[in-house]
């Protein structure tokens, strides 16, 4: 996953699995929510204000997750616009390189107060800035 460097873990729980034994596909939105809180936890402060919500998901499910599976879910910002930003993911199972999904979301930046659209703070561009490119300068020697 070398174009991913921020991940997260977790295992397949009994309530996420559906009659068919795999798990409902909502619950995939559930783990990139849980992985997106835990990149920007790792990027930013815990003072510092920022907030923002989903504006657009495009998944692509690929195979089937099970009970007690260790998923992966892979995060990487794509692109931050004024007030958007672009995050790409990938759920893969442990030790494996093939995805069970892949996803596309659209962030968009909000006031804390109002919760109306805003541009996406600099000390927020400038930490993504300094966790993705810096990482891909480097991770391309």
Not at 29 to 43: H, M, S
Not at 62 to 85: F, N, P, Q
Request: proline share 3%.
């Amino acid at each position: 996953m070398v174009d991913y460097r921020f991940s997260h873990r977790l295992k397949v729980r009994y309530s996420e699995i559906d009659g068919q034994k795999i798990v409902f596909n909502s619950h995939y939105l559930t783990y990139i929510d849980v992985a997106v809180t835990e990149y920007f936890q790792q990027l930013l402060q815990h003072d510092e204000k920022f907030d923002f919500v989903l504006a657009k998901s495009t998944i692509e499910y690929k195979r089937s997750a099970y009970l007690h599976d260790w998923l992966t879910i892979w995060c990487r910002m794509e692109k931050v616009g004024t007030k958007s930003m672009t995050m790409n993911f990938m759920i893969t199972r442990e030790d494996e390189i093939e995805p069970v999904l892949l996803a596309e979301i659209i962030y968009v930046s909000v006031n804390l107060d109002t919760l109306s659209p805003c541009p996406v703070p600099d000390f927020v561009r400038e930490r993504i800035e300094q966790f993705e490119i810096d990482y891909q300068k480097n991770s391309s020697f």
